[in-house]
T-cell receptor
C-alpha cells in the first residue's frame, strides 16, 4: 500500500519557469511533510519541510503548499535554475515516529533546460 | 565533518557470492536505516535499527541481513545475492524522535551501486 503518491514522475521546465511537484497522502496521522533533494551520485538531503498547522512555507525560491482537507501538498520552485535539476522526493511522517517512520513518494526527476 | 559513509561505492558481483556493504556515521545517531532505490519505485526501506542490538524489518527485507553491534556502524549483508538485488543502496541515520526532536530527519550516505550478474 503506497501511502504517499507523488506526481509527475518526470518534469522538464525552462530556466526561469516554475516547477511544481505534487504529493498526496492517505494516513491522517501524518503530521510532518519533508521534501528531499537528490543530485546524481549523491544521497538525498532534506530541502524543506512543513507541519500541517500552516498552509505554506517558503525558503528562498522553494515553497511548500499544504492542503490538509485534501490531504495534498506540493513543492513549488520559483525561477527554476539548471542547478535545480535533481530528483525530488516528498515524504510524510508522524511525530514521535521511529526509524521506520518516514514514508517516501516515488520521486520526480526534474530537468531545468537552459 | 558530520557524515554517513558507505563502502564500497560501486560493486559488481556474481549470483550467490556473499557480500557486505558497510555503513558508518559520526553524528552519534541512534537510528540507522538501509534503503534501496530503483527507477520508478523510489526509496524503499530494507531494515532499520533504533539502537545497538535492536533491528527490525522494513518494507523489503527479503534476501538481506543487518547487524548493529556498535552505535556508529550498520552493515548490510547479502548472504546469497541475486540479480533482482541489483540496485542503488543508501544508508541513513537520524536522532530518535523526542520532545526536542519530534520529527525524523534522515541523513543519507552517498550510496552504493550494486550489480549482481
Amino acid at each position: 500500500q503506497q501511502q504517499v503518491k507523488q506526481s509527475p514522475q518526470s518534469l522538464i521546465v525552462q530556466k526561469g519557469g516554475i516547477s511544481i511537484i505534487n504529493c498526496a497522502y492517505e494516513n491522517t496521522a501524518f503530521d510532518y511533510f519533508p521534501w528531499y533533494q537528490q543530485f546524481p551520485g549523491k544521497g538525498p538531503a532534506l530541502l524543506i519541510a512543513i507541519r500541517p498547522d500552516v498552509s505554506e512555507k517558503k525558503e528562498g525560491r522553494f515553497t511548500i503548499s499544504f492542503n490538509k482537507s485534501a490531504k495534498q501538498f506540493s513543492l513549488h520552485i520559483m525561477d527554476s535554475q539548471p542547478g535545480d535539476s535533481a530528483t525530488y522526493f516528498c515524504a510524510a511522517s508522524k511525530s514521535g515516529g521511529g526509524a521506520d517512520g518516514l514514508t517516501f513518494g516515488k520521486g520526480t526527476h526534474l530537468i531545468i533546460q537552459p | 565533518e558530520a557524515q554517513v559513509t558507505q563502502n564500497p561505492r560501486y560493486l559488481i558481483t556474481v549470483t550467490g557470492k556473499k557480500l557486505t556493504v558497510t555503513c558508518s556515521q559520526n553524528m552519534n545517531h541512534e537510528y540507522m536505516s538501509w534503503y534501496r532505490q530503483d527507477p520508478g519505485l523510489g526509496l524503499r526501506q530494507i531494515y532499520y535499527s533504533m539502537n545497538v542490538e535492536v533491528t527490525d524489518k522494513g518494507d523489503v527485507p527479503e534476501g538481506y541481513k543487518v547487524s548493529r553491534k556498535e552505535k556508529r556502524n550498520f552493515p548490510l549483508i547479502l548472504e546469497s545475492p541475486s540479480p533482482n538485488q541489483t540496485s542503488l543502496y543508501f544508508c541513513a541515520s537520524s536522532f530518535p524522535t523526542s520532545g526536542r526532536v519530534p520529527y525524523n530527519e534522515q541523513f543519507f550516505g552517498p550510496g552504493t551501486r550494486l550489480t549482481v550478474l
